[in-house]
């Protein structure tokens, strides 16, 4: 990469929109999850509605290069950030890091998030193609393979874990988005961190919904 978009800005603005691309997504896709509440037969046709058009294509061709492009930057800036010796030991006058053990991780977290993210495609995307009739259209049985699942505890501690880091990981990503794309400059900075925390907090509660009422109404 070259010129504004292999600069250090530039790769942290790339860092930023491809992050914010998968916030977004990760948002559609537990307020979706949610359906689960509402019956199987709902979960499933919208399930089945998503996959069905050509949309689908394009929506996975956006995550894949938005997930590469976002690896890449993190290495880099990272590889970047570690040979930039000053800045790495920067200290406070009174001896502590300035930045936050969450900002410090944000490479070990976003590690564990990619291998989550695999195993989560082999679990479910590629996992038991259960199939199931909804008013006559046949199409894969998803709710049953959560519940299947989640009535397994080793499943439910993994997911716990994974989401609750995935969390913090959102939380400090997306606040730090806001702050390459230039909005934490001004009055606004404590709204854009009072966002980025509330949005974390939303997408993780409806995501360990999800785990917790499987395992416990199987009890
Ligand atoms: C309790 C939490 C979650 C549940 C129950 C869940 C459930 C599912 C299910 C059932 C699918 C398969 C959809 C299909 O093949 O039609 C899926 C796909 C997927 N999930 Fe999750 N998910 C959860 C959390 C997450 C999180 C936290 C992420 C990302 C960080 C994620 C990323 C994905 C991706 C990328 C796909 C593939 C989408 C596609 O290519 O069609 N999921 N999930």
Redesign the pocket.
Known sequence: MSGFLGSTVGKKYLMGITGLI?AG??LA?MAG?LLIFVSHDAYNSY?HA??SGNI?YV??AV?VLALIVHVYTAISLTIANRSAKDQRYAVTASGKKKTSLASRTMAVQGSL?LV??IL??IT??YGTHYTTNVHGVEM?D?AR??VEVFQQPGYVVW?FIA?IL?GFHLKHGVNSSFQSLGLMEGTYRNTWKKLSIAYAVVVIAG??S??AYCFLAAQ
């Open positions: 998968w997504f990760v896709h999850n399930g998503l996959t689908i929506a996975e995550l998030i989550f993210i989560h495609l479910f995307k894969r998803l393979l959560m997911y989401l995935l995501f360990l999800q785990p």
